[in-house]
């Protein structure tokens, strides 16, 4: 036969302050307490482990989406003046007055920035704050690509959507060859370097390498970045030739491959048919005191000459003099004789 709890008990289980509880409280345990605890206890320990499951999908979520930022998996929203570009541009100077970055502006004014930029930190140690993970705000940040967004984002006045970096190019040995491959890398997808900045990108990318290498070949390096070994050679005559060939030639951004290395071929016979400056005579002085007078002893290009102030010299004493130094040189130089 199914049994029911009294109407009367369970009221004093939902109403502990009854006279009649606290009485029964008094003198030991009734039906009452039997049937509070159990009500009271369930829902207290029912909330208590909802709060808690909240809590830890809280964090673990907060958790993930810091992995995810520092990953690149995830964007923030910076401020331009939160971003320094220290590597600077490999395209031509005067790209912010070409027709394709003035269509950038207006196009991010229109219908806001379709991709975004890719930095890193620029404290290598810098992790989102735990408990707020998209907030960066005072976080500094260095630019690797997306320089043009980043221009016109500061003209329009507008946050950047960004990326972290991977975290395996920042810790890198060689971080900031790293920095020039990304960049380079975004502008072979994204858009076509001229013939110019491209064997001039390339360039920069192995003198950086290089230098902390003990040996470095053409080869090697033009598999590492995705290019024929051919365009190495060339990069790197070019990067170290840039200046020389922007200003002899004004169109150097339009010029072909096989352009600038006529262009090349022709500074090379200009600098080896220039006379090479002659080298200045080293000049060497030695002062001494004489009693209270200065003396100055000077040899130019084996030239030597003796100033004494305020020390008149007759014939005689030069003759001295010179007997003197003629002594001293013998000296230092003798003569090879006989035995």
Known sequence: MKRSIPRSLVSKATNPDTPKERASGAEGSTAGDAVSTPFKGA????????????????????????????????????????????????RRQDWMSQDAFRSLVGSIAANGQDTPILVWPEDPHWTPDPLDPTNVDGVAFVMLTGRR??????ELG???????????ARSAENSKFEMLFLRFRENEERENLSPFERLVSIGEMYETLASGAEKLTAVAFAKKIGVHESLVSRARSVFAAQDQILNAFKNAY???????????AGLERANKSKPKPKAKPRK????????????????VDGNLSIKVAGVPIDQERL?????????????????KGTD
Not at 258 to 264: K, P, S, T
């Open 43 to 90: 829902g207290s320990a029912w909330k208590s482990g909802a709060l808690a499951q909240s809590q830890a999908a809280m964090e673990r979520s907060r958790s993930e989406l810091c992995s995810d930022i520092l990953n690149g998996r995830h964007e923030i929203r910076l401020s331009p003046y939160q971003i320094s570009d220290p590597m600077g541009t490999d």
């Open 149 to 154: 967004r980043l221009a016109a984002a500061s």
């Open 158 to 168: 507008v946050p950047l959507r960004a990326i972290l970096a991977p975290p395996d």
């Open 254 to 264: 339009d010029m072909s491959f096989r352009d600038l290395q006529a262009a090349l």
């Open 284 to 299: 060497i002085t030695v002062k001494r005191k004489v009693g209270n007078r200065n003396l100055s002893v000077t040899s």
């Open 319 to 335: 003759e001295k003099l010179g007997d003197l130094v003629a002594s001293y040189l013998s000296a230092q130089s003798p003569e």
